[in-house]
């Protein structure tokens, strides 16, 4: 299968507002032919991603919009156009209208993960129909989920887990870098995405957070049972993909927090349902309550490590085998004491994975 | 506002299969004028349900379909059919059409907390609409749920939520009796239902198992503000009713378990979302593995304890104060022994609600 070439859309909020951006450069093997940014046009991505190289991401040009990248690349340098930001709300900016307008005049197909559907748009649709292309909703789940069948820790790879002391600490990052690191080492490791960016990144996934709530464990099992190779995996707007190889090694995107007054639901549902073997502990250096509910302070590291270990034990055991903490913007001292305070909290191996990379988390959980 | 009357369908599963037949029966405001029960016509629920005095379950005739009940009573002694049964799988059976068909043409509204909506059936809606009848599906939820704000901690009175060692242990039959004890005593109290038999028993509610999973913990906030009279209740198909006074006392009906394999995510959005002050755990007598999981055994009594507790503590302290025992089946001195085995197990007054009342629990919880 040829890889699939993309635009990725991020006006005005490349790179620090545009996670889903930002993933698709540092860990999507799609080729990303363009940023589309109006604030900065003629700058490159690894000029413009802090701390980038050739190497930790994709260089590419960015254009002020698509027919700017049209005009220099051609109809026929991009295959799908991605919406690369997530505006809260999740609604569509009618300002981006154009930029879809002109993809799909060019037979591109377009590419998101918003609360707005595109399959929704009349105009959207009509268009795309005329000029057969796709319109991808990936936070759109499928339609045939179940009750989970307590079967996900029966897969044959090892099974590791992300979870985290808050939302927006690093557990998609940490996901990623522990596969990144594991390729490296030639161990075959595949990503199991459950939430939007993860999902565009990979290419494949169930955004958990939209599903029946009865059927959230259902959901997390099932991408587990469909990464070990099982069956055909579901990929977003496409068909499904064949049937892969049983990997050596399950890396599946956590979500929230198991003590979030919102969204311990969905956190959960997949600790229960993929039926991990192995967690990795995430948090945000600095954070001491929960983002957006501020009178609900964080538990002391050692209490999430219980809280996780005795939750996940009756139905299958998982120990909290490494902690990963996001210190960006601190500086290097300060970045490394934080890391130690929680390591000695959590008493497990702990690292910045974009710091430092993810070799010694991949060494915990192996 | 006068009394609804209703006639309730349990075709051949009246009553052992007919949980929502028994509940409303037993727990509900509504006035059952009659219950339809093709295998048993001529009897009366007083003498069908087991242990059933006319103080506690009330006595109505079975007929053998609606035209029978039409026949003996006429089309305005009932306001709406409820559909008393879930078969497994949640269908609408074909055999029920004619009930339906004839309680429509009588001007009555049709009730049903199925997989299968009623409103979603050509010929029930066209024959609803000519004569201006209800069609009701109470497990639809509201279509304007959020995330949680973590608010309903905030509330006035106090909130009890009955939490599980499983699915079936009794959580709904808890709810009902604590609250009837309580009215007993002259405490004003509130069922909070989250799913369809408490719904239609209280004639209002949301069935969080079938919420967007990101908004579980937000729905069962949302029951616990209404409930405390914070604004208009939701009420399924009906029109929001006027504010209630702020009662004394809010029990929630807690769903699954915090260890169930597929349904822990609703439990645990429950825990967090309603922010109880006091936990009750239910538990089947005999039950020694996870219903349909049997290769998951149940934790120890104390086990629950300890991971209920923990884990509502960070967004909102709640102690499990009682226990309650479902002994069905047992004979007296058996059921009496796995009461005090529970009880000693989670070191909390407990006893069999539906055996000898639900006084103490109250006592418990006050």
Not at 276 to 284: T, Y
Not at 345 to 350: F, S
Request: net charge negative; aromatic share 4%; proline share 7%.
């Amino acid at each position: 299968m040829e890889t699939e070439r993309i635009a990725v859309l991020a006006h005005g909020q490349f790179p620090e507002r545009a996670k889903t951006a930002v993933g698709l450069l540092r860990y999507g093997d799609r080729e990303v032919v363009g940023v589309l940014d109006r604030d900065q046009p003629g700058r490159r991505t690894v000029d413009v991603v802090p701390g980038a190289t050739e190497t930790t991401v994709q260089d590419a040009p960015i254009y002020a919009d698509c027919t700017a990248l049209l005009e220099d690349r051609g109809p026929d340098a991009v295959d799908t156009l991605v919406i690369g930001v997530a505006p809260i709300g999740g609604g569509f900016e009618d300002a981006w209208r154009p930029d879809v307008d002109a993809a799909l005049a060019a037979g591109w197909n377009v590419e998101a993960g918003l609360h707005y559907r595109l399959g929704d748009d009349d105009e959207f649709r009509k268009r795309a129909r005329r000029h057969g292309c796709e319109l991808r909703d990936v936070r759109e789940p499928p339609t045939d989920l179940t009750v989970a069948e307590g079967t996900a820790d029966e897969v044959g790879p090892r099974v590791v887990l992300t979870v985290g002391t808050d939302c927006s600490v690093g557990k998609m990052t940490t996901t990623m870098e522990i596969v990144r690191a594991a390729r490296d080492r030639g161990v075959d490791a595949r990503a199991v995405p459950t939430g939007q960016t993860g999902i565009m990144v990979e290419g494949w996934g169930i955004a958990v957070d939209r599903v029946v709530s009865d059927f959230t464990n259902g959901a997390a099992e099932r991408l587990v049972r469909a990464a070990a190779g099982e069956r055909p995996r579901d990929r977003p707007g496409g068909d499904p993909l064949p049937a892969p190889e049983e990997p050596d090694l399950l890396v599946v995107e956590g979500q929230g927090s198991i003590v979030h007054p919102a969204y311990s639901a969905v956190t959960c549902g997949i600790l229960h349902g993929a039926a991990p073997d192995a967690l990795v502990l995430c948090h945000r250096a600095g954070r001491e309550a929960v983002h957006g509910y501020e009178d609900t302070p964080l538990p002391a590291p050692e209490r999430y490590v219980d809280l996780y270990e005795s939750l996940a034990a009756p139905v299958h055991d998982a120990d909290v085998v490494a902690g990963s903490v996001h210190t960006g913007g601190l500086d290097p001292d300060l970045a490394q004491l934080r890391i130690d305070e929680f390591g000695d909290g959590i008493d497990a191996p702990t690292t910045d994975p974009v710091r430092h990379g993810a070799a010694d988390l991949l060494e915990a959980v192996l």
